[in-house]
C-alpha cells in the first residue's frame, strides 16, 4: 500500500523560508517519478517541480531558481527547500508520485500522477 504524508507548512514572512517535507512507503525513488504540485486558494492545482526515478530535476519558471527538490533515499523522504518566497506561493502543497511502467504523459501534469498525498498548506504573508 503506497502512503504519503506531506508536513511541515506553516506561516512565514515574505521573503523568508520554509522547507517542506514528503515521507512515504510502498515506492522507492529508484522506480517513481516525484513532484511537488500547489493549488492556491481558489485556483486549480498546478505543477511546481520534478524529481525523476533517474534524479534529474526541473521546475516552473515561477519556482526556479527559488525553490529544491530533493530527497533523502534513507528516509524514504522527498523534500522541498522554499526560499525568497512570495505571497503568490500561498497554497496547499501536495507530493505526487508515478511508477516508471504506469508513466504517460508529461512529467508536469497533474494526471500523470497515480498516487497523492493530503498536502500542507504553506501561507507566505506580505
Known amino acids: 500500500q503506497v502512503e504519503l504524508a506531506e508536513s511541515g507548512g506553516g506561516l512565514v514572512h515574505s521573503g523568508g523560508s520554509l522547507r517542506i517535507s514528503c515521507a512515504f512507503s510502498?515506492?522507492?525513488?529508484?522506480?517513481?517519478?516525484m513532484a511537488w504540485f500547489r493549488q492556491a486558494p481558489g485556483k486549480e492545482r498546478e505543477y511546481a517541480c520534478h524529481?525523476?526515478?533517474?534524479?534529474?530535476?526541473g521546475y516552473t519558471d515561477t519556482v526556479k531558481g527559488r525553490f529544491t527538490i530533493s530527497r533523502d533515499i534513507a528516509r524514504n523522504t522527498l523534500y522541498l527547500q522554499m526560499n525568497s518566497l512570495e505571497p503568490d506561493d500561498t497554497g496547499v502543497y501536495y507530493c505526487?508520485?508515478?511508477?516508471?511502467?504506469?508513466?504517460?504523459?508529461?512529467?508536469?501534469?497533474?494526471?500523470?500522477?497515480?498516487?497523492w498525498g493530503q498536502g500542507t498548506q504553506v501561507t507566505v504573508s506580505s
Open positions: 510502498g515506492l522507492s525513488f529508484s522506480l517513481h517519478h
Open positions: 524529481l525523476t526515478a533517474g534524479g534529474g530535476t
Open positions: 505526487a508520485a508515478v511508477h516508471l511502467e504506469h508513466f504517460r504523459g508529461s512529467i508536469n501534469q497533474e494526471g500523470s500522477y497515480e498516487y
